[in-house]
């Protein structure tokens, strides 16, 4: 219970969708009370809000979105 949602501070869900030796590869994070959803790729969880602006490319590069 060390990670909580950086919305509004709830408990999140882990869902495992790759795991090898133990470290989840791939999955997401849940927060089970405002439904937010934070990937996690590579084994790096991404808890970044979803209104801060980033845009990912598919080489996995992140920038800031133009608005």
């Known amino acids: 219970d ?12 882990l869902n495992i969708a790759v795991e090898k ?7 997401s994070l849940t927060c089970k009370a405002c439904d937010q959803l934070f990937p996690i790729e590579e084994s790096i969880p991404n ?18 979105a133009k608005r």
Do not use: A, F, H, T
């Open 21 to 27: 030796n133990g470290e989840i590869i791939e999955g």
């Open 47 to 64: 808890l970044l809000p979803q209104d801060m602006g980033l845009d990912v490319d598919s080489d996995r590069s992140v920038k800031l």
């Open 2 to 13: 060390i990670l909580v949602c950086p919305e509004c501070k709830g408990d999140l869900d």
